[in-house]
């Protein structure tokens, strides 16, 4: 069945920690997207990617950095973790033509903790 | 600039009530319209869209929403509330320009109560 995972669902780690969210889809699009919510708040979009070795920075500054080495593979890395950077991930993928291209489906997200 | 405003943080209904969740936006361009749930812990769930061949648009779970262009609006409706609607739901608004983003609104926390 197509999809898109996350894994891990939750990460507690301590400041300074290396850490990588994984984000996977088998729906066979070609852009991908993180963004970051706080608790009961809006979505912020952080990075984005349209296709294999392309990657934006979105709306919202992050220190995390991402790559897109496989069309179905969307990581992203935060070299040394800090307590701000305490958030739910959210990872999204879109494909297809005119609204198809908009229609993004999201994964069940990483609620992340730094402490 | 696109932008998505949802009126009211929190919405409270009797179970069996009329459930509206409103909608404003701004953009430019005719645009793309969509309504997400999202339950606590998960991720995003796409309800509906709007795409400009009907201006009444019917989604999952009794989920409609209407595109009114002279009001900028795109509000969700359901006749019934049921227990299980109890979740967070975001607006958002196509970013013209290519880059395929959407912009959502804040969102807003619906509670159904018996």
């Known amino acids: 069945e197509a999809d898109i995972y996350q894994t891990p669902r939750y990460l507690v780690i301590g400041t300074g920690k290396k850490i990588t969210l994984e984000c996977s889809q088998t729906m066979g699009h070609d852009k991908m997207y993180w963004y970051q919510q706080d608790p009961g708040m809006e979505l912020h979009l952080i990075h984005y990617s349209y296709g294999v070795n392309s990657t934006e920075k979105g709306d919202l500054s992050s220190e995390s950095t991402v790559s897109r080495i496989r069309t179905e593979h969307f990581p992203l890395t935060l070299e040394s973790a800090r307590p701000s950077h305490t958030s739910q991930y959210l990872c999204?993928?879109?494909?297809?033509?005119?609204?198809?291209?908009?229609?993004?489906?999201f994964g069940p997200g990483t609620r992340l903790t730094v402490t | 600039a696109q932008s998505v405003t949802q009126l009211g943080s929190h919405v409270s209904v009797s179970e069996g009530a009329l459930v509206l969740l409103r909608c404003n936006y701004s953009s430019s361009v005719p645009p793309y319209l969509f309504w997400y749930v999202q339950y606590p812990n998960q991720g995003l769930q796409l309800l509906l869209k709007y795409t400009s061949a009907a201006t009444l648009v019917k989604g999952i779970n009794g989920f409609e929403a209407e595109f009114k262009k002279s009001e900028t609006s795109f509000h969700l409706t359901k006749p019934s509330a049921h227990m299980s609607d109890a979740a967070e739901y975001f607006c958002?608004?196509?970013?013209?320009?290519?880059?395929?983003?959407?912009?959502f609104g804040a969102g807003t926390r619906l509670a159904v109560h018996p």
């Open positions: 999204a993928s879109s494909g297809g033509l005119a609204v198809s291209s908009y229609e993004q489906y």
């Open positions: 958002a608004v196509s970013v013209s320009g290519g880059y395929n983003k959407l912009i």
